[in-house]
């Protein structure tokens, strides 16, 4: 069974600072796709950025960008030039890309928070 | 294009009885998949839908049950409610299912408090 490993239950990072939130993830297969949803307080879960493990070269969404180690079975975040905005739980999450399904398997997340 | 909707945003039940929650997925979705996310558990699959197919189920017991309509708009059904059900039932959608397909988008939630 797939699972998902987010070490850090929180983080905080002062603004305009960069942090970068860890994830491991364990797996048998060799295609899947992983993401950081990002959940602010009381606000709906959204897409943070997303990397196919097929792909060598790391994926940058503007301020935010991942570390891929696909040997290492390891994904992380790095969030640049913070800013109060990105305050909110981030969850890591991993997807097989075979099957007839798209269950998405998340770790237990990161509270980051943003000082001034 | 309005994202992923769901109805009630929050609810209150009673131990024992039963709830019926809603999703509509974006337009041109056709696959639903829901979560329910607890401090303890965390979120945790519960099943998905695809052009009205169940094609995965998560590890609750039979109280949970879902469908899909023709529409792609799905609905998720707890049966005699237990306290441990409080939680933020998510509800996620995407174009395709399985291999090929992308990221799942997801709705505000629904925040169900059993008494």
């Known amino acids: 069974a797939q699972t998902v490993t987010q070490s850090q239950p929180e983080m905080s990072v002062q603004e305009a600072e960069t942090v970068t939130l860890s994830c491991t993830y364990d797996?048998?297969?060799?295609?899947?796709?992983l993401f950081w949803y990002k959940q602010p307080p009381s606000r709906q879960m959204i897409l943070v950025i997303r990397?196919?493990?097929?792909?060598?070269q790391n994926a940058t969404e503007n301020r935010f960008s991942v570390n891929f180690q696909k040997a290492a079975k390891s994904f992380s975040l790095k969030i640049s030039d913070s800013q109060l905005g990105d305050a909110a739980m981030y969850f890591c999450?991993?997807?097989?890309?075979?099957?007839?399904?798209?269950?998405?398997?998340f770790g237990t997340g990161t509270r980051l928070q943003v000082t001034l | 294009k309005a994202g992923v909707t769901q109805t009630p945003r929050y609810l209150i039940k009673t131990r024992g009885q039963q709830v019926t929650l809603s999703c509509s997925p974006i337009?041109?979705?056709?696959?639903v998949s829901w979560y329910q996310q607890t401090p303890g558990q965390g979120l945790q699959f519960l099943f998905e839908?695809?052009?009205?197919?169940?094609?995965n189920k998560g590890n609750f017991p039979g109280r949970f049950s879902g469908r899909q309509f023709s529409n792609s708009r799905s609905e998720m059904n707890v049966s005699t409610l237990e306290l441990g059900d409080s939680a933020l039932y998510l509800c996620?959608?995407?174009?395709?299912?399985?291999?090929?397909?992308?990221?799942?988008?997801f709705g505000p939630g629904t925040r169900l408090t059993v008494t």
């Open positions: 999450a991993y997807r097989p890309n075979t099957g007839t399904a798209s269950k998405l398997t």
């Open positions: 996620a959608s995407s174009p395709l299912t399985g291999a090929g397909s992308y990221e799942q988008y």
């Open positions: 990397q196919e493990a097929y792909k060598q």
């Open positions: 797996t048998s297969e060799s295609d899947y796709y």
């Open positions: 839908y695809f052009s009205e197919t169940q094609r």
């Open positions: 337009s041109g979705h056709r696959s």
